[in-house]
């Protein structure tokens, strides 16, 4: 039966304690908790995702840090499903930092670098560089303990699930495998799910739950629409998650299902938390009311 977490870039205003009580009230079982620095020139900002984000692990203050995130977690019955970075394909030296946490932390995984793809570099180049880090960091996973997963985004050389079976094919899928993101493919990379889902085969490690949708905006200087992807709440979207569990039941996934929710439809965390679980624990109890 898959479980429900919540990656904590989608918490920003609360701390580690208050999220994870608020997940534990929400029904969720595990977290995913954010480990990058916040700049000390947004410190007095609003909380926002990728500003000011209080439920963040701060690399800089050891493993101090983040023994107090483990135990927030710990204390309110939640798995540590991942230590989540923003690294930067190739830097060895920050993953295996990443590792020390997460194996610190009792993660399962951490996400590991992926090239972007801005069509200033040629993407056999890219992907070449791609593979060569990850062969490296499957090597550190494997000594860590950890897995390290691939995400699927826009604006990267993994941007579908095809994409992303391409840049780990032929590597140990016991260590290196992909996060698989319905609503980054929306924004780009959108791939029949059942058939996306086959693609990845053994490397389907994970799954972020947001949606988003396109709308018209205003013409270009050759007179054509421009149009753009936005994030919106789980249900308003173009990713129609009812069929993409159904299809992560046939399968046979059985991991956790991340919330990752930018839309913004709700002023507060914990109420995003229980519109989460019951949206989607709810779908899961109606495709597999036997589990």
């Known amino acids: 039966m898959m479980k429900l977490s919540v990656f904590t870039v989608a918490t920003p205003e609360l701390e580690p304690a208050e999220l994870a009580a608020a997940a534990k009230e929400a029904g969720l079982h595990g977290v995913e908790w954010r480990y990058t620095e916040v700049p000390e020139e947004v410190r007095g900002q609003a909380p926002s995702y990728w500003g000011n984000n209080r439920c963040t692990i701060a690399p800089s203050k050891g493993l101090e840090e983040v023994e107090r995130f ?10 540590v ?3 989540t970075p923003y690294l930067r394909a190739g830097d060895l030296a920050a993953t295996e930092k990443v590792l020390e946490a997460a194996r610190h932390a ?12 801005d069509r200033s570099r040629p993407l056999g180049e890219l992907l070449e560089e791609g593979r060569a880090y990850l062969q490296e960091a499957q090597h550190l996973c494997r000594k860590y303990g950890v897995k390290g997963v691939a995400e699927i985004h826009h604006g990267t050389i993994a941007a579908s699930a095809s994409g992303a079976r391409r840049l780990v094919d032929g590597l140990d ?6 996060l698989f993101d319905p609503g980054n493919m929306i924004h780009e990379g959108v791939e029949n799910y059942r058939m996306a889902l086959e693609a990845l085969g053994p490397y389907l490690a994970h ?9 018209a905006g205003e013409t270009n200087e050759a007179g054509e629409a421009v149009w753009k992807c936005e994030w919106v709440g789980l249900k308003e979207g173009a990713v129609p998650w009812r069929q993409v569990l159904a299809d992560l039941l046939a399968v046979g996934y059985d991991g956790y299902l991340g919330v990752e929710d ?3 439809q709700f002023s507060e965390s914990p109420a995003m938390l229980r519109h989460f679980s019951e949206y989607i624990g709810g779908l899961l109890r109606e495709l597999s009311p036997n589990a």
């Open 70 to 79: 483990k135990q927030a977690a710990l204390s309110n019955g939640l798995e």
């Open 81 to 83: 499903v991942s230590v």
């Open 106 to 117: 009792g993660a399962s995984m951490i996400r590991l670098g992926v090239p972007g793809y």
């Open 173 to 178: 899928p016991q260590w290196v495998g992909v």
């Open 207 to 215: 799954v972020h739950v947001k949606n988003a949708g396109w709308r």
């Open 262 to 264: 930018f839309s913004g």
